[in-house]
């Protein structure tokens, strides 16, 4: 059975509160979920959000990354590619994953302190 990206996202909310090490952070804004009203999807524009932002913020030791989650056979929209760009020009990266091992791979990749995950038997 393939996971559905709420199923990969919420598996990577446990992952990243269990394994993150202070002072690491992380945040999400699924704003991409479903169908926003118009008024709702109104109200986040005019404060501000952006279309394609990352799924997952990271914070450590003054970097960021973002990630964006998605399935097997998902793929990147105009806008998550267009916004990968923009945040490149700023110094942040955004990688996409599509398991809580790629997440791991990216924490690894970036030296953000983390315990081990511990693997099922």
């Not at 997440?103 to 995950?117: F, K, S």
């Amino acid at each position: 059975m393939k996971a559905t990206e709420d199923q990969l996202h919420r598996a990577v909310a446990i992952l990243l509160d269990t394994i993150l090490l202070p002072p690491a952070l992380w945040t999400t804004f699924p704003s991409g979920w479903g169908k926003l009203g118009k008024a709702t999807a109104g109200r986040l524009h005019g404060c501000g959000l952006k279309a394609g932002m990352p799924d997952i913020l990271i914070f450590f030791n003054g970097r960021a990354a973002g990630i964006e989650l998605k399935t097997e056979t998902g793929k990147l929209s105009k806008d998550q590619k267009h916004m990968a760009l923009l945040l490149a020009g700023a110094g942040i990266r955004v990688y996409v994953c599509r398991s809580t091992d790629d997440v791991i791979g990216v924490l690894e990749q970036m030296d953000i302190p983390h315990r081990r995950a511990k693997v099922a038997a």
